[in-house]
């Protein structure tokens, strides 16, 4: 049933006079302020702002979160993004006074608390990975990238080596170019080869005494590890370039391998991936990145450090690149970062990923029978699949199954990416999913195969809007913004 008060503007709600509270007059002298306000910002009215009861906006705004897919309403296979449940034990944890009322500005003699949680999880983050150097600073994955590259470049103008390239994956998540740009590096990008891992003769084409840092994706955006990673690694190092790793993927090796011990000098984590802190509608998330120990000089300002009296302090690492944020990053995501990670301990970690690669695989075996799955023999914790056939057999494009699987209720998995992977629909389910879950998904998924015409073509039906701004070729967009009282 429709919620007319999600979906009508505040405006349109607006009745003149109606308030929420009502203050009692003045019954003290105020101060003549209206001379503080320049003359240009002042006007003859107020303006004309939505006039609401509470209870107005309380269900306007209840009623427009509830609009959306989330996590905690749907199954939402978003490939490359994990979108695991966010355990409300963390949530409650995470806002408790002595964490939440934590002011920035406080010295460190009053926030010793925290600090201790947030060396912990340096820590904890330093043996996941494999790689001591820990800095919690930057707030995103990609701002994760950034930060990691101009430490890359920091060190190597310390070594006096004039390196400007930084070769890419072509599988790679668009940000790792923008990051190396960003940092002030050129990029190259190394092509896949038929198994959709790196090409080794185009990497050794495109590594030289320029190459500063090759950006790899491990397992990669296709849902495979690869196989190639010490000849990989060895090749890199030994033409005096880094390796750093994108470790959106770290969902699928957790306690299994760790990027140190595979050949990475720097890498990031993407907590509200991994970690299941919540994330979509734009975040908060954090990009904590761990370093080899020759690059630890280099990260940014502060890191938590302990002395020998046992008391947390921020420390400027020796040759810092400064900051990359205000203050210790987005602390509300590492708590439940940090929360996590102690819930499940070591093996809890291990299981977590071995259960995540279970279902994927699980779920492969089912839609391999529906669509294509280009390089699905097996997977990790994703896989991709093409709906190239579908397009062919039955006009069936990638974009028309994501749309119309949000009718069966489920969030779209994500699809024209990687981009190497012709009409792609990446699927990760994650392994807070049951079998019934999933075995509902690819029941849909094949429904949708056997529908066809306008029904597909303009889905969803279910939905507020339907289709706003995919224009794909030869098709207009489907608007149902109005009337507003007899659809859906
Ligand atoms: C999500 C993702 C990123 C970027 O991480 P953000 O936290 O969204 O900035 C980078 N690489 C891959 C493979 C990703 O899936």
Redesign the pocket.
């Known amino acids: 049933m429709r919620n007319q008060q999600a979906t009508n503007l505040l405006f349109e709600l607006s009745r003149p006079g109606r308030r929420a509270h009502r203050l009692d007059d003045l019954d003290i002298d105020s101060p003549d302020v209206e001379h503080l306000i320049p003359d240009e910002h002042r006007a003859d009215q107020p303006p004309p702002l939505p006039e609401l009861a509470e209870g107005d906006v309380v269900r306007h705004f209840v009623g427009l979160s509830t609009l959306n897919m989330s996590v905690d309403t749907h199954f939402y296979p978003l490939g ?2 994990t979108m695991k449940y966010n355990p409300k034990r963390n949530e409650r944890l995470a806002s408790l006074p002595g964490i939440l009322d934590v002011h920035p500005m406080q010295s460190e003699g009053t926030t010793q608390g925290l600090l201790a949680l947030l060396y912990d999880l340096q820590n904890m983050l330093a043996e996941i990975s494999g790689l001591p150097g820990v800095s919690l600073q930057p707030a ?4 994760g ?1 950034l930060t990691a590259l101009l430490v890359a470049a920091a060190y190597f103008r310390d070594s006096g080596e004039d390196r400007k390239i930084v070769l890419t994956a072509d599988s790679a ?1 668009g ?2 170019p923008a990051s190396a740009q960003m940092a002030g590096f050129k990029t190259k990008a190394v092509k896949s080869n038929a198994d959709g891992l790196v090409d080794m003769d185009d990497l050794r084409a495109k590594l030289d005494d320029q190459t500063a840092v090759f950006m790899l ?1 491990n397992p990669n ?1 296709l849902g495979l590890f690869d196989s190639q990673i010490k000849e990989i690694t060895d090749l890199v190092h030994q033409a005096g370039a880094l390796i750093y790793l ?1 470790g ?2 770290m969902n699928a090796i957790l306690g299994i391998t760790r990027p140190g011990d595979f050949g990475a000098d720097l890498m990031h984590f ?1 907590p ?2 991994t970690f299941s802190g919540p994330h979509g509608g734009g975040g908060p ?1 954090a ?1 904590p990145i761990c370093v080899r120990d020759f690059l630890a000089p280099y990260l940014p300002s502060p890191i938590v450090d302990k002395d020998d009296q046992g008391t947390y302090r921020l420390r400027r690492p020796d040759s810092s690149i400064g900051r990359v944020r205000s203050f210790f990053g987005n602390v509300g995501v590492l708590v439940r970062a940090y929360l996590y990670i102690r819930t499940y301990g070591g093996e809890g970690l291990r299981r977590v990923s071995e259960d995540a690669l279970l279902g994927a695989n699980y779920l492969l075996s089912k839609v391999k029978h529906i669509m294509d799955v280009p390089h699905g023999e097996r997977c990790m914790h994703e896989f991709v699949a093409s709906a190239t056939k579908l397009k062919k057999q039955h006009g069936l494009s990638a974009m028309d199954l994501a749309k119309r699987i949000l009718d069966y209720g489920f969030h779209a998995p994500t699809v024209y990416f990687p981009l190497v992977v012709d009409e792609a629909v990446m699927i990760e389910p994650t392994e807070t999913e049951s079998k019934e879950t999933l075995d509902a998904f690819a029941e849909a998924l094949f429904r949708i195969t056997e529908e066809a015409g306008d029904l597909v073509h303009q889905a969803p039906h279910t939905t507020r809007i339907s289709r706003p701004d995919d224009v794909t070729a030869a098709r207009r967009p489907v608007l149902r913004w109005q009337p507003k009282s007899e659809t859906d």
């Open positions: 490359s993004c995103a994955g990609a701002h990238e998540h940000t790792n994706t955006t994108d959106a993927n993407n509200h991936k998330g990009g």
